[in-house]
């Protein structure tokens, strides 16, 4: 008996505009480039596929500007996305960084705290499908600042 190899997708960043076009407020906006490649080093993280990319945008006001990010999105594999269960571990990630780190924002605000507590990367933006709605796919995505380039700026 000879076990069936394993499935091995290619994991492709795909209609960028609409997430960003959302979390911008902006629905003229428009990518005027972006390129992608792989964050870490290969098996530096098991759970998720994880991509730097840089998007070169216009905004409805003309105003040309990049944006660093990263996109976090299912790891390669049926037997990853088995043992992280990746449908369930995405929607808590999602939930802590458009969800309850907002919250606990707001609850700062309304307590007069001046300078709130910002403990993650700002959100760019999070899909489970391109289809919408709680259908879960290959096409889910967690798009937010890339830290890495932020951190390079500031130390340089």
Same mark, same amino acid.
């Given at each position: 008996?000879?076990?069936?190899?394993?499935?091995?997708? %290619?994991?492709?960043?795909?209609?960028?505009?609409?997430?960003?076009?959302?979390? &911008?407020?902006?629905? %003229?906006? %428009?990518?005027? @480039? !972006?390129?992608?490649?792989?964050?870490?080093? &290969?098996?530096?993280?098991?759970?998720?596929?994880?991509?730097?990319?840089?998007?070169?945008?216009?905004?409805?006001?003309?105003?040309?500007?990049? &944006?660093?990010? $990263?996109?976090?999105?299912?790891?390669?594999?049926?037997?990853?996305?088995?043992?992280? @269960?990746?449908?369930?571990?995405?929607?808590?990630?999602?939930?802590?960084?458009?969800?309850?780190?907002?919250?606990?924002?707001?609850? %700062?605000?309304? =307590?007069?705290?001046? @300078? $709130? =507590?910002?403990? $993650?990367?700002?959100? !760019?933006?999070?899909? =489970?499908?391109?289809?919408?709605?709680?259908? =879960?796919? @290959?096409?889910? $995505?967690?798009?937010?600042?890339?830290?890495?380039?932020?951190?390079?700026?500031?130390?340089?």
């Amino acid at each position: 008996m000879t076990a069936e190899p394993a499935k091995i997708y %290619e994991i492709e960043l795909r209609e960028l505009e609409p997430l960003l076009r959302k979390s &911008l407020a902006d629905d %003229e906006l %428009e990518i005027l @480039d !972006y390129h992608t490649e792989p964050l870490l080093k &290969l098996g530096e993280n098991y759970g998720s596929t994880i991509l730097k990319v840089r998007v070169e945008i216009r905004k409805n006001d003309g105003k040309e500007e990049s &944006l660093e990010t $990263v996109a976090k999105m299912l790891p390669g594999s049926d037997f990853q996305r088995m043992i992280f @269960d990746s449908s369930y571990s995405f929607r808590k990630e999602a939930f802590l960084y458009g969800e309850l780190i907002p919250s606990y924002q707001r609850l %700062e605000r309304e =307590f007069g705290v001046k @300078d $709130v =507590f910002y403990p $993650v990367p700002k959100l !760019y933006g999070v899909r =489970f499908s391109l289809k919408g709605g709680d259908e =879960f796919d @290959d096409d889910a $995505v967690i798009l937010m600042e890339n830290l890495k380039v932020w951190t390079n700026k500031s130390s340089g």
